[in-house]
Antibody
Framework: EVQLLESGGGLVQPGGSLRLSCEDSGVTFSSNAMSWVRQAPGKGLEWVSAISGNSLTTKYADSVKGRFTISRDNSKNTLYLQMNSLRAGDTAIYYC?????????????WGQGTLVTVSS | EIVLTQSPGTLSLSPGERATLSCRASQSVSSRYLAWYQQKPGQAPRLLIYGASSRATGIPDRFSGSGSGTDFTLTISRLEPEDFAVYYCQQYVSSRPWTFGQGTKVEIK
């Protein structure tokens, strides 16, 4: 069973950095492509970044390209999102989500989210 | 980028009624890559439907999805009290991955 737990959110000043983590307590983490999806307060869902199980493929939304870096450590069952040059518009709840394993490109498991607030 | 437009923005219905939610894409989407999610306040989204019409594990059969091309529909046959929530459609295309609709709120009338 996949259980995702995010951490690392908090208050950061504009221009600052933060690293989010997402730990999977399941046994098949290395087989799973993963994504980060965010939700600004009172707004809808926005996909941020994705990484394949073997880390060979990464993808980014245009809004974060060049500022955010996704990575993973399969030995620790952990997904990361390094966020640099943060802006007020990056304020959101950040969810990690697992892609389904049957190439439907849907997200079948989600963490509970971690809140990132960018403000001076 | 494919834009997904959901309608209506808010649907006011009573328990037991039928809910029909629409998701329209700005260009044709593969049915295989169209999904629906439910989100309740303070909770993460939950996958309801994948591949446009397949229910995810544990999803009651009162939820059904249909459609193809640019028009997709999520139907809740008889609303239960726990179904009042916000619903999002989502699509995937390899060149500009994963976009979500803006959501439809189903509220108690």
């Amino acid at each position: 069973e996949v259980q995702l737990l995010e951490s690392g959110g908090g208050l950061v000043q504009p221009g600052g950095s933060l690293r989010l983590s997402c730990e999977d307590s399941g046994v098949t983490f290395s087989s799973n492509a993963m994504s980060w999806v965010r939700q600004a307060p009172g707004k809808g869902l926005e996909w941020v970044s994705a990484i394949s199980g073997n880390s060979l493929t990464t993808k980014y939304a245009d809004s974060v390209k060049g500022r955010f870096t996704i990575s993973r450590d399969n030995s620790k069952n952990t997904l990361y999102l390094q966020m640099n040059s943060l802006r007020a518009g990056d304020t959101a709840i950040y969810y990690c989500a697992k892609e389904d394993n049957n190439d439907y490109y849907s997200f079948d498991y989600w963490g509970q989210g971690t809140l990132v607030t960018v403000s001076s | 980028e494919i834009v997904l437009t959901q309608s209506p923005g808010t649907l006011s219905l009573s328990p037991g009624e039928r809910a029909t939610l629409s998701c329209r894409a700005s260009q044709s989407v593969s049915s295989r890559y169209l999904a629906w999610y439910q989100q309740k306040p303070g909770q993460a989204p939950r996958l309801l439907i994948y591949g446009a019409s397949s229910r995810a594990t544990g999803i009651p059969d009162r939820f059904s999805g249909s459609g193809s091309g640019t028009d997709f529909t999520l139907t809740i046959s008889r609303l239960e009290p726990e179904d009042f929530a916000v619903y999002y459609c989502q699509q995937y295309v390899s060149s500009r991955p994963w976009t979500f609709g803006q959501g439809t709120k189903v509220e108690i009338k």
